[in-house]
């Protein structure tokens, strides 16, 4: 019934000297995530046509739903401007996807200057025609629940009842690299989108000690990364896995529990630096939420980044709960975050965590520890994996360790 999708860009893509540079970026990413479709793309200048030949209109759509930028889409009919002929499709469409009672309207717009009507007047005379026929739908030019789209563009007319909202934002990768600091927990995966969000590439990070931690935190890190990878504009999202358990122990046995967190973070943020510097990550990016936990008031973030100086971005800072579960819901993370395997974090936490700790008092703890060495040897024994969204990588059933998973027969493949 379809002859097309149209997709709108959101408008500030159009705006500004870059635009040029955001449509260019976008385009390569509807052409890459569309590859494989029998489809013909038109891109015009604030427009994209996907010329439907065979295809489902909406597989594609799900493929659009993972790109950032996009401001909507709509499945769309083509003809010339007659209003038999418009009036026929549209209650073609109409009886198509409107099955109950519903109140509508048209929207008219009449870019073809030599037609000899107003949109208001393609308006009222199509929908005396439609109303007649499709007697579940009610004008209600205020508020309605539908609206049935009529363009009247120089070429053609184009007719579509709804518009898809996108996802917003910016294209991915217009603003650079940063490197997010990966749990398994119900955070950081929406961080990582949010980023995205805002035209990010990302690379992910994640600080793992089995054999105290069951190598299946490890797998639900990967398998997160495979989730966000769908929104990345390559499909695919590189993974360092850092080796933490010495630096663990000995973080466990030598420091007061109360500050164990707060060190164990300073810890993790000297070697992300480390690794953001080596991969050309611009910015680190955590999940954080001030006032969470203990570990996340405004008093915790400052001690834990003072031993660096890259900038650290915490998309979810002023975020709600219930906020941040919905955007796990949408972006299908939260299923995996809930699995019960620990991280570093949440094995052995300390019961009585400082809520405001001090840089001072960190950097006389930390001076008593011999910890340059292992942060070298963790930077340096780093294995870094690329994630795909089309391929599945599974490490369960390959070692108890990351490092046994790696010696084996999986670092060959
Ligand atoms: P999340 O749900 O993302 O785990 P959280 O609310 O449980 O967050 P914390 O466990 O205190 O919070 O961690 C705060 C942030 O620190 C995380 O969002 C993540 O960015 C980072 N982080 C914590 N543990 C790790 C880890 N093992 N590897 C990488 N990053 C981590
Ligand atoms: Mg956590």
Known sequence: MYDYIMIKYGDLILKGKNQHIFRRNINNQ???????FDIDIDFQ????????????????????????????????KACSFDLETISKHAIDIISEEIKEDTTFKIETK?????????????????????????????????????????????????????????????????????????????????????????GLEIECIHFESTPLTPIESVQKVIDLTKKLSKYSSGSKIKLHLVPFKEIHEMLLNEVEESYLITIMRRMMYRIAEGIAKANNNKVIISGDSIGQVASQTIESLIAVQEPISTLIIRPLSTYDKSDIIKLARKINTLEISNKPFSDCCTVYVPKKPVIKPSIYRSGLIESKLNFDLLLKQAIKNTRSIMVKDRETINIIDKGFTVEEVFNGDFGNE
């Open 30 to 36: 509807i052409a890459h995530k569309l590859y494989g």
């Open 45 to 76: 200048h604030d427009l994209v046509f996907i010329k439907l030949k065979n295809e489902d209109p909406n597989e594609i759509i799900k493929k659009l739903d993972y790109i950032s930028g996009l401001s909507s889409y709509s499945k769309v």
């Open 110 to 198: 009449r870019a073809d200057k030599r037609i000899p009507l107003t949109s208001l007047e393609i308006s009222i005379k199509l929908s005396k025609i439609i109303l007649r026929q499709a007697s579940q739908l009610k004008v209600d030019v205020h508020h309605p629940e539908k609206t049935l789209h009529v363009e009247a563009r120089q070429d053609q007319t184009y007719i579509y009842l709804d518009k898809i909202p996108g996802l917003g934002g910016f294209p991915t990768s217009i603003g650079g690299r940063g490197l997010l600091l990966l749990s398994g927990g119900i955070d950081s995966p929406v961080a990582g989108y949010l980023a995205m969000n805002t």
